[in-house]
């Protein structure tokens, strides 16, 4: 679970900015301390949704010649005996965009 919160706290963004003050002390890991009352609102169970992706792309002039395209079968027992959270994108196309984002919302209680 520590794990869990330190990644999900190095990679999600929050509503609100929050910095370490200048000169504070030093933490665990190194970097600055942030002050208590900066995190009030910021705390676990103040049920903040951060849910915003900006997927762009373009795809543009693209010319493919003597391509084949197949078939697209996912057998039964694909992804058994993976963990975490799998995911599966399939294309049979040629010069196509792919583009992936996943929102995972976590509550630990």
């Not at 706290?9 to 000169?23: K, L």
């Not at 992706?53 to 543009?60: C, K, Q, S, T």
Request: overall charge negative.
């Amino acid at each position: 679970m520590i794990a869990l919160g330190i990644a999900l706290a190095a990679t999600c963004g929050s509503p609100a900015s929050v910095h370490a003050e200048d000169g504070g002390a030093a933490g665990v890991l190194g970097g600055r301390v942030v002050a208590l009352e900066a995190l009030a609102d910021q705390r676990g169970g103040a049920d903040t949704h951060l849910s915003d992706i900006h997927a762009a792309g373009a795809v543009r002039e693209v010319q493919v010649q003597d391509a084949m395209t197949g078939f697209n079968n996912v057998s039964d027992g694909a992804l058994a005996g993976s963990s975490g959270m799998p995911m599966l994108i399939q294309n049979t196309g040629n010069g196509v965009l792919i583009q992936n984002a996943v929102i995972l919302n976590v509550e630990v209680k």
